[in-house]
């Protein structure tokens, strides 16, 4: 059964840093597309950042561009993404998700067939 764990949210203030980690089992994921999205209270899921395989030229929303940088441990099955100048506007619920395609940088929830939990990021201002 493919599984993926979110962790490393929390309650920062602005301004602060934090790390989320997603580790996946159940599956090899080394070859697909891992990525971030996240949902505020009554907003829909967006996309947040994107890394293919290789980890080469990872794709951003602007929203997050220069604050943020997804990386990924195909040793682990894991995929990270280190958030700088945490801002309020990026309070949410922190998705990481697997579209087992390999070259693709989907912004679309629905390019992606498995998600975690979910993590939740509070930056108070």
């Known amino acids: 059964q493919v599984q993926l764990v979110g962790s490393g949210g929390g309650l920062v203030q602005a301004g602060d840093s934090l790390r989320l980690s997603c580790a996946a089992s159940g599956r090899t994921f080394s070859y697909y597309t891992m990525a971030w999205f996240r949902q505020a209270p009554g907003k829909e899921r967006e996309f947040v950042s994107a890394i293919i395989w290789s980890g080469s030229s990872p794709r951003y929303a602007d929203s997050v561009k220069g604050r943020f940088t997804i990386s990924r441990d195909n040793t682990k099955n894991t995929v990270y993404l280190q958030m700088n100048s945490l801002r309020s506007e990026d309070t949410a619920v922190y998705y990481c998700?697997?579209?087992?395609?390999?070259?693709?940088?989907?912004?679309?929830?629905?390019?992606?067939?498995?998600w975690g939990q979910g993590t939740q990021v509070t930056v108070s201002s």
């Open positions: 998700a697997v579209d087992t395609s390999r070259l693709r940088l989907g912004v679309f929830p629905a390019e992606y067939e498995y």
